[in-house]
């Protein structure tokens, strides 16, 4: 594993380049009728910059060692009792993609499209993790996507005490 000061630095600077990328979005949803609230933007930023972490923590950019030396574990729950540190890990990693899908997106707001996101965007790292440090574990993909779905709970939850305590209030 990278050490967290390269992580860190590795994450901002890949930020560098998504960002005037942003920007022109935004501008040009508000040129086209379509403006976005300023917590909105604001968390499509911080999302993106969980989306390198993401990356950078799973290797990907990683290129002083490309090169396809697949390490596959293809046994269902083999090792998660054994390495419980890296399967919660794992479930941590994934749920802030769940929780903030369906708060950017109407696209997500149901289930299956966080669970199918969930699942191709860890399967998406798994691969090309075979080209690279790392290996490629089946545990991986079934934790990330649950971690996605407890992230998803936890946005659902959140909006609707967030309504709760709006009626509340008026």
């Not at 022109?24 to 379509?34: D, I, P, T």
């Not at 060692?65 to 540190?85: A, H, L, N, Q, V």
């Not at 903030?100 to 399967?123: A, E, R």
């Amino acid at each position: 594993m990278l050490p967290i000061s390269d992580i860190i630095i590795r994450s901002i600077s890949g930020y560098v380049f998504i960002v005037p990328i942003l920007i022109l979005y935004f501008l040009y949803l508000r040129k086209s009728g379509r403006e976005q609230s300023l917590l909105h933007i604001a968390a499509v930023f911080v999302f993106c910059y969980y989306l390198f972490g993401i990356l950078t923590v799973a290797g990907i950019g990683y290129t002083s060692t490309i090169s396809f030396r697949p390490k596959i574990s293809i046994i269902p729950f083999c090792g998660m009792i054994s390495g419980p540190i890296d399967t919660i890990l794992n479930l941590v990693l994934f749920v802030p993609l769940g929780f903030f899908l369906p708060l950017l997106y109407k696209k997500y707001q149901h289930i299956k499209n966080v669970i199918l996101t969930g699942f191709l965007f860890s399967l998406s790292i798994e691969i090309v993790q075979m080209f690279g440090w790392g290996a490629t574990d089946i545990n991986d993909l079934i934790i990330n996507t649950v971690g996605a779905c407890l992230g998803y709970l936890l946005s659902v939850s959140y909006t609707h005490l967030r309504a709760h305590e709006t009626k509340a209030n008026l």
